[in-house]
């Protein structure tokens, strides 16, 4: 049976964290499926297709990663698509206790899906999206920080002219 992981996120926009996280889950499981969950609650600065077409790009040279969009629960998706597994990055012990949080509700929704947890590269250990935005907004340099395609993406939404 295909060992087929979700990776869950609002990945607004991907990072080069997401990526570590999501390169490492491609060598465990066949098949890694990043899914761009609509968070409604959240003032995003891509839109969904957007998101999931920069995803797309960052993430071509993996083979066995593909990207999906998903309004709703989380395990609903994963049992849909018959996943073993949820592949969750986490960057300090702040993580942690949310992340545990999440995982006791998955678990008791679907007791059948695991979660794995992967430790994100020191090096990207403070980044988040949210730091991204906030710098790239000020015209700071991100180039290091995120795939090249989002830092043209975030350069072209924060230098481009308002109308």
Do not use: W
Request: net charge neutral; aromatic share 8%; glycine share 4%.
């Amino acid at each position: 049976m295909k060992r087929i992981a979700v990776c869950p996120g609002s990945f607004d926009p991907i990072t080069l964290g997401h990526l570590d996280i999501i390169k490492r889950g491609a060598r465990v499981f066949d098949e890694v499926i990043v899914v761009v969950l609509n968070n409604s609650a959240k003032n995003s600065l891509f839109t969904l297709e957007e998101r999931k077409e920069l995803i797309t790009e960052a993430t071509s040279a993996i083979p066995n990663v593909r990207v999906d969009s998903f309004s709703g629960l989380l395990m609903d998706y994963a049992k849909k698509i018959n996943a073993s597994a949820i592949l969750r990055g986490l960057r300090a012990v702040s993580d942690f206790e949310y992340e545990m949080q999440i995982t006791a509700m998955n678990k008791k929704l679907v007791d059948e899906i695991d979660t794995f947890f992967v430790m994100t590269n020191n090096q990207y250990s403070f980044l988040s999206s949210s730091i991204v935005k906030e710098v790239a907004k000020y015209g700071g340099n991100v180039k290091d920080l995120v795939p090249d395609c989002v830092n043209s993406a975030l350069t072209e939404k924060f230098l481009k002219p308002q109308v």
